[in-house]
């Protein structure tokens, strides 16, 4: 079936460090990918997505490669700031858009200054 | 931009009441309404995909009888967990599909049952 497989959590980091969360994932057919981050008390946002093979996708220094050859998607920021404190989700849809997500577990990351 | 409204954020009920969560998009029509479960350091899984007007469809494993699914109109979806027991106790998240416009999340809504 389809599925993403997360790093376990928690990522703890200190400010201006590397950021990598694994993502791999299993689906029929050529998949969307997605990240998206929850910050505390808050709803899903989008962060980044990629909707073919070695598009890249990136927002606010976040980035991610969409790896058909490795079915991977992994997360990466340069420099992770307090404020990137939340959890972090990889997920994907393997059928038109609209229909649902299918997600990984979460990570959390926390930050400190 | 696109916001969806989930209401309570919390609650707390007796075993055997029953309890309505409420998502409401507040800026957009929202056509297909996603409701995902989530327990503590699991992934979201998806219950029902709801289209308004329509009944909804259950994944596999889920009770459409325990977990009453409404979309009766473009702005508002709702969940009604009936004759709640603590194992129904878990963060309840909806989800706005916006077609090519992706997706829009409500905040969530902890629901304990003691």
Same mark, same amino acid.
């Given at each position: 079936?389809?599925?993403?497989?997360?790093?376990?959590?928690?990522?703890?980091?200190?400010?201006?460090?590397?950021?990598?969360?694994?993502?791999?994932?299993?689906?029929?057919?050529?998949?969307?990918?997605?990240?998206?981050?929850?910050?505390?008390?808050?709803?899903?946002?989008?962060?980044?997505?990629?909707?073919?093979?070695?598009?890249?996708?990136?927002?606010?220094?976040?980035?991610?490669?969409?790896?058909?050859?490795?079915?991977?998607?992994?997360?990466?920021?340069?420099?992770?700031?307090?404020?990137?404190?939340?959890?972090?989700?990889?997920?994907?849809?393997?059928?038109?858009?609209?229909?649902?997500?299918?997600?990984?577990?979460?990570?959390?990351?926390?930050?400190?200054? | 931009?696109?916001?969806?409204?989930?209401?309570?954020?919390?609650?707390?009920?007796?075993?055997?009441?029953?309890?309505?969560?409420?998502?409401?998009?507040?800026?957009?029509?929202?056509?297909?309404?996603?409701?995902?479960?989530?327990?503590?350091?699991?992934?979201?899984?998806?219950?029902?995909?709801?289209?308004?007007?329509?009944?909804?469809?259950?994944?596999?494993?889920? %009770?459409?009888?325990? #977990?009453? /699914?409404?979309? +009766?109109?473009?702005?508002?979806?709702?969940? &009604?967990?009936? *004759?709640?027991?603590? %194992?129904?106790?878990? #963060?309840? /998240?909806?989800? +706005?599909?916006?077609?090519?416009?992706?997706? &829009?999340?409500? *905040?969530?809504?902890?629901?304990?049952?003691?």
């Amino acid at each position: 079936g389809n599925s993403v497989t997360q790093m376990e959590g928690p990522v703890t980091l200190s400010e201006e460090a590397f950021l990598t969360i694994n993502c791999t994932y299993t689906a029929t057919g050529y998949p969307s990918l997605f990240w998206y981050v929850q910050y505390p008390g808050e709803g899903l946002q989008l962060l980044l997505k990629a909707t073919k093979a070695d598009d890249k996708g990136s927002n606010k220094g976040f980035e991610a490669t969409y790896r058909k050859e490795t079915t991977s998607f992994h997360l990466e920021k340069g420099s992770v700031q307090v404020s990137d404190s939340a959890v972090y989700f990889c997920a994907l849809r393997v059928n038109q858009a609209g229909t649902a997500l299918i997600f990984g577990k979460g990570t959390t990351l926390s930050v400190s200054s | 931009g696109a916001v969806v409204s989930q209401h309570p954020s919390r609650v707390i009920c007796k075993s055997g009441t029953s309890v309505k969560i409420e998502c409401r998009s507040l800026d957009f029509q929202a056509t297909t309404m996603f409701w995902y479960r989530q327990f503590p350091k699991q992934s979201l899984m998806l219950m029902a995909t709801s289209n308004e007007g329509s009944k909804a469809t259950y994944e596999q494993g889920v %009770e459409k009888d325990k #977990f009453l /699914i409404n979309h +009766a109109s473009l702005t508002l979806s709702t969940l &009604t967990v009936t *004759s709640a027991h603590p %194992e129904d106790s878990s #963060f309840y /998240i909806c989800s +706005a599909g916006r077609g090519n416009d992706g997706y &829009t999340f409500g *905040s969530g809504t902890r629901l304990t049952v003691v």
